[in-house]
């Protein structure tokens, strides 16, 4: 059975600016959320992001990355867009999925 995580971290923050790639307890604030889904035995771990920089840290990491488009990702977005958007680039790229979490 094949089960992925997507985690959704747009660039955008305004409250705390870059907040997912910011420090925390020695390791950028994303990593803690891959780093749980790797350690669950999720089969693969996949952020969707608008931000490149991002994505490198993810990667990095051990995640998957796929570029979200800005339209995708501003204040008015839904998070059901980053899913839709995200299981389609998945789809596209030929890879089977039984199950999909969104941590």
Avoid: Y
Avoid at 39 to 57: H, Y
């Amino acid at each position: 059975m094949e089960v992925v995580a997507i985690i959704l971290a747009r660039g955008g923050s305004k409250g705390l600016p870059k907040k997912n790639i910011l420090d925390f307890c020695g390791k950028p604030l994303v990593a803690w959320t891959i780093e749980q889904c790797i350690t669950a035995g999720i089969n693969d771990v996949f952020v969707s992001s608008d931000s490149e920089e991002i994505l490198r840290v993810a990667a990095r990491f051990g995640a998957k990355t796929i570029l979200r488009p800005i339209e995708l990702a501003d204040d008015m977005s839904s998070a059901e867009s980053g899913w839709k958007h995200a299981l389609s680039e998945i789809d596209n790229s030929g890879e089977l999925v039984d199950w999909v979490l969104a941590p």
